[in-house]
């Protein structure tokens, strides 16, 4: 598998393929109470868990972590130390369970909140507290640890903490060089989600929210969250689809939520109510639906035998369709709703100028982005960047093929539209339809950044503008493949899903105003 940064091909296959991050996940949620309970130091939270990592790192590097299937005695020590920690520490009760004890419990039991609003927020409410993440240093009391500097990076096995490549501290309590992204650090893990006994395909938050929040599922459910910040849970669970969803999307006032499915029917969903309000028969297997950014209620459907269907959930029905060159994966507006992308089956990307009406399309061009591969493409984003103090308009391309492709819209004029090449990313992607995301916000950088999951359990992140493939930071937290990630709008709360069924919300650490 590709891996970025610096840590090094075999401590990061070890780390992954351990139960280090477990361990250290478990530890952050007692971290208040067991920094003040090492006799004879005065350790913050802070430095007890840089002191616990270490201790991590040096069994690492003497290959004394191991790979392990589930259920072998570890996942036994680990049920057992999250008991014993519980009992010895009920008031400060913070509990990541391991997941093989996830799957024994039942459905009911699953889900696990991991509040970043009463251990955390003591520190992430003090000053500083953000660069304290980015840049801590050992505690001087701390066990004095030899390690290489192809080493020192080797601090991210825990997926509540930061976890740069470029600000991790060495081992021996010298930190490196400043990070010129401290925003994308993480102070922990929202929430969990483990109702799901299928692989999860796609995640989304409501138009311009943090509490909505909505994912489906391989087990032809979707999960509807109306308060995932506040109270994070599962509202309503949305059946009705007799075979596997293909997508999903919200109005732009997420008074309704849309899916379609692999049964050849559209349905939307009052998100107040849970209910099904609207069930259009015969539309085709569609495998990407988009609302008109500006015309309420106005649905785009690509099926599987390229055409696309414009559905009216006002009427009901479909009132009208256009044939396209080739069967479109995935559908886009630019936010005006003037111009519509189609990313197709054949590596191609088809440009649209649409009418005001959001009834008629008609083609301004297509380019093969993939080279010569013909492979289909599995996601496609459109976002306005800002870059050199001016908005420009970039698209974000994944395909089957270990890369992640940026490119910048040539121009917004119907009669001059195409695509430039910008960069490529690597990423460990070859059999799953992965989804990256750029970052909405990134309001505390001076450039863009996106974020991906990968093949490899891991989440990165990376600066659009920088040439070279090492990632702003990572996270590791899932046991499988993570397929989709996707922010917030104000960036508060990423999530991310993986082949398994989990998904995890990630909450990050506050620098200055939201």
């Known amino acids: 598998p590709h891996t970025h940064g610096s840590m090094g091909d075999d401590l990061d296959a070890l780390v992954l393929s351990s139960i280090a991050h477990q361990v250290v996940a ?3 949620a007692f971290v208040d109470a067991r920094a003040g309970a090492i006799k004879g ?33 570890r996942d036994d020590y680990l049920d057992l130390r999250t008991f014993l920690l519980e009992k010895k520490y009920e008031k400060e009760t913070q509990r990541l369970k391991p997941r093989s004890a996830i799957k024994k419990a039942k459905v009911a039991n699953l889900t696990r909140s991991v509040s970043v609003m009463d251990a955390n927020a003591r520190r992430t409410a003090s000053p500083g507290h953000a660069r304290r993440l980015s840049h801590p240093a050992l505690p001087s009391q701390s066990p004095s640890l030899t390690s290489s500097p192809s080493s020192s ?8 903490l930061s976890s740069s490549s470029l600000s991790s501290p060495s081992v021996s309590g010298a930190p490196l060089s400043p990070s010129p992204s401290p925003d994308y650090s993480f102070s922990g893990m929202h929430h969990i989600f483990g109702e799901c006994t299928k692989a999860v395909t796609h995640i989304r938050f409501g138009v311009g929210s943090t509490n909505i929040f909505a994912f489906v599922s391989r087990d032809l459910v979707i999960y509807l969250c109306m308060d995932v910040y506040h109270k994070p849970g599962v509202t309503f669970q949305l059946k009705g689809h007799t075979a596997e969803i293909t997508d999903i999307c919200f109005t732009g006032t997420n008074t309704y939520l849309a899916s379609s499915s692999l049964d050849g029917s559209l349905r939307i969903w009052e998100t107040k109510t849970g209910t099904c309000s609207q069930f259009v028969r015969e539309v085709g297997v569609c495998s990407s639906i988009v609302f008109h950014p500006k015309i309420d209620m106005l649905l785009l459907a690509s099926d599987n035998k390229a055409n696309v269907k414009i559905v009216s959930f006002k009427e009901g029905k479909i009132i009208k369709s256009f044939k396209v ?3 479109i994966t995935s559908l886009a507006f630019e936010p005006s709703g003037g111009i519509l992308f189609g990313a197709d089956e054949k590596g191609q990307v088809q440009i649209y100028k649409g009418e005001k ?18 492979i289909p493409i599995t996601s496609f984003k459109f976002i306005y960047l800002k870059m050199d103090r001016t908005l420009k308009p970039f698209v974000l391309v994944n395909a089957k093929d270990n890369l992640i492709r940026i490119f910048t819209v040539k121009s917004t ?3 001059s539209l195409g695509l430039v090449p910008f960069r ?11 989804h990256s995301s750029f970052c909405p916000a990134a309001v505390y950088r001076d450039a863009p950044c996106l ?15 920088r040439r070279d493939i090492k990632p702003l930071n990572k996270l590791i937290g899932h046991g499988a493949p993570v397929v989709d990630v996707c922010w917030s709008h104000d960036e508060v709360l990423l999530a991310s899903a993986d082949t398994s069924g989990t998904v995890i919300l990630w909450a990050r650490v506050k620098i200055g105003k939201t």
Not at 153 to 160: E, F, Q, R, V, Y
Request: with cysteine; hydrophobic share 25%; proline share 6%.
């Open 413 to 415: 004029s119907p009669s």
């Open 325 to 327: 060159p080739t069967s």
């Open 451 to 465: 974020v991906t999951g990968s093949e490899d359990c891991t989440i990165y992140f990376h600066d659009v503008k």
């Open 153 to 160: 990076s080797s601090l991210h096995m825990s997926p509540s």
């Open 26 to 28: 478990l530890d952050e």
């Open 424 to 434: 490529e990313i690597p990423v460990l992607n070859k059999t799953e339809s992965i």
């Open 357 to 374: 009406d959001g009834l008629s399309y008609s083609l301004s061009s297509r380019t093969q982005v993939l080279g010569p591969k013909t």
């Open 41 to 73: 130091k005065k350790w913050s939270p802070d430095q007890y868990m840089e002191w616990r990592k270490a201790i991590l790192e040096r069994k690492a590097t003497q290959k004394k972590l191991v790979a392990r299937s589930d259920g072998d005695r």
